[in-house]
């Protein structure tokens, strides 16, 4: 069964930094479109950024564009999402999933089959 497990997130205060770590197992990261999701209670989930493991492209959600950076270490099964110039309006429980091949993935939290348990992000003012 594949497993996701989230790390790094944390309190961090507006205009810092955090890197979150999403660790994939019994998964090839060599075909399938990465994503991140986050998620305030009563709220819907929001795409965040994504990239696909095939050819690199990556999307972002306007609101963090210029401030947020995806990444893999494909030998390692991991995916990070560098958050720069962090804002009030950024916290939330964080999330990474996997999409399947066949229905891609983008920002759309339907197209993805496999979820991590989330980290939490807190930006204080």
């Known amino acids: 069964e594949v497993q996701l497990v989230e790390s790094g997130g944390g309190l961090v205060q507006a205009g810092g930094p955090l890197r979150l770590s999403c660790v994939a197992s019994e998964i090839t990261f060599d075909e399938y479109t990465i994503g991140w999701f986050r998620q305030v209670p009563g709220k819907e989930r929001e795409g965040v950024s994504s990239i696909s493991i095939t050819d690199g492209s990556t999307d972002y959600a306007d609101s963090v564009k210029g401030r947020f950076t995806i990444s893999t270490d494909n030998a390692k099964n991991t995916v990070y999402l560098q958050m720069n110039n962090l804002r009030p309006e950024d916290t939330a429980d964080y999330y990474c999933?996997?999409?399947?091949?066949?229905?891609?993935?983008?920002?759309?939290?339907?197209?993805?089959?496999?979820w991590g348990q989330g980290t939490q992000v807190t930006v204080s003012s």
């Open positions: 999933a996997v999409a399947l091949p066949c229905v891609g993935g983008g920002l759309i939290p339907n197209r993805y089959t496999y």
